[in-house]
């Protein structure tokens, strides 16, 4: 396995697996995979990794800011995802280490993750990599099918980066 920073070219890979999460319906509120340019703008410039096999992407994470505000920069939001054929074979943990090493490294002292409650994996993922459970935000937004959603607030604070 290599990790390595996501490339502009691996962008049909990175949208493939996420496709594949968003169709589970509970990975996001997104419904479709925007164009490369959309996405990027809201993403941080750096923390863009993927996880290869054979060079191929297996999987993929980064970071969005929670907010514009100076006094907010060390926070950040979580995306990971996995290929669905990969899944299960400790390659989300390997990724998300090497995201929580490359966000200190980039003054991140906070990552935040809002999860559906019916997305075991990624809860019990979170709670393993050191994230602590906030709290649940109850009917936060409906689906495009009218269903209302709850999101469960996860945190992991750095012991590194903003404790001086």
Known sequence: ???????????PSVA?????????????????????DTW???KLNFCRLVIT???????WAALSPTSTRM????????????SKRAQG??????LFKA????SEENGIWSLQSSIFPENKSSIRLHEKMGFRYLGK???????IEGIWKDNLLYERRSDTVGTA
């Open 89 to 94: 074979k400790g390659l989300a943990q390997l």
């Open 40 to 42: 990027s703008a809201k």
């Open 71 to 82: 006094v907010y920069k060390g926070v950040a939001e979580v995306s990971i995802y996995v």
């Open 53 to 59: 096999k054979n060079e191929e992407i297996l999987g």
């Open 1 to 11: 396995m290599v990790i390595r920073t996501m490339q502009i070219e691996d962008w």
């Open 99 to 102: 995201l929580i090493t490359a």
């Open 137 to 143: 935000r109850e009917r936060i937004a409906k689906t």
């Open 16 to 36: 493939r697996i996420y496709k594949e999460g968003l169709a589970t319906g509970f990975a996001s509120f997104e419904t479709d995979v925007p164009d490369f």
